[in-house]
């Protein structure tokens, strides 16, 4: 089952079905899919929706055209008349869709089909899987533009490449292909860009097949792992392990092993 659902209700994004998997592709394709507000708003309320589907087991972000997404809309935020307070709440808004990435109990796979800079490269890292075209390009600008990252990027970024090459794409701003992305640990894979879409595909597919509960827990204790001490990280991993085999999941998956089949999870 795979249909497009251009809903009325998301003027910025387009949503579509794969199955299990629900795929957002940023529609703002005259703009290289760069943010204003309501892409903000309305990739919350897409994630939100995601998260409250018992159908959905694992989501994709990608972008419409030939961008991901190249960040905020200069043009827009130029001519807009903005206080202090609401300026301090638009960057809020970032800030709260890369959290809602990092914290949504599904995975995210983002499908970087082009640009992906500034607020687009912030939302990338914060997907738990980052598959790139070969030539698309990530980069962080913040520092040419006199601004700095947000989004947890300061945090996350050293984790996956290391605090040297962190230090490097973040104070120099320098934009990289999918294939050095892929070299230096920042994505999971490059592909053609011909074959990008069929791999986030297949890769979303593969995990939407994971006990839903189990991914659940694992993707709280791998974020939270590099901020807990080592005894409270092996309690919450008991605590996960024990809430696992409460679930009928876990009896289906001990009778799949036995009976050499494919396990059915439900989530719960």
Known sequence: ???????PRYETLITERHDQVMEIRFNRPHRLNAVVEALYTELLQALAEAEGDETVR??????????????ADMKEHGGAERSLY???????????????????????????????????????????????????????????IGTCVGG???????????????????????RIDGEEAARIGLATASWTQDALHEEALRLAGTLAGQAPVSLA??????????????????????DAVFTCSTTADWQEGVDAFAEKRAPQFKGH
Request: aromatic letters at 4%; proline letters at 2%; one cysteine or more.
């Open 1 to 7: 089952m795979s249909h497009a659902a251009k809903s």
């Open 58 to 71: 694992a989501v994709i972000l990608t972008g419409e055209g030939r961008a991901f997404c190249v960040g």
């Open 86 to 144: 609401q300026r301090r709440q638009y960057l809020q808004l970032g800030n709260d869709v890369c959290e809602a990435i990092q914290r949504l109990r599904l995975p995210v796979i983002a499908a970087v089909n082009g640009y992906a800079l500034g607020a687009g490269a912030e939302m990338a890292v914060s997907c738990d899987f980052i598959l790139m075209a070969d030539e698309a390009q990530i980069g962080f600008p913040e520092t040419s």
């Open 152 to 174: 947890g990027v300061s945090k996350i970024l050293p984790q996956l490449v290391g605090l040297g090459k962190a230090r490097q794409l973040l104070y120099l701003g320098r």
């Open 217 to 238: 827990m694992l993707k709280r204790l791998v974020n939270q792992g590099a901020n807990t001490d080592l005894e409270s990280q092996l309690q919450q991993e008991l």
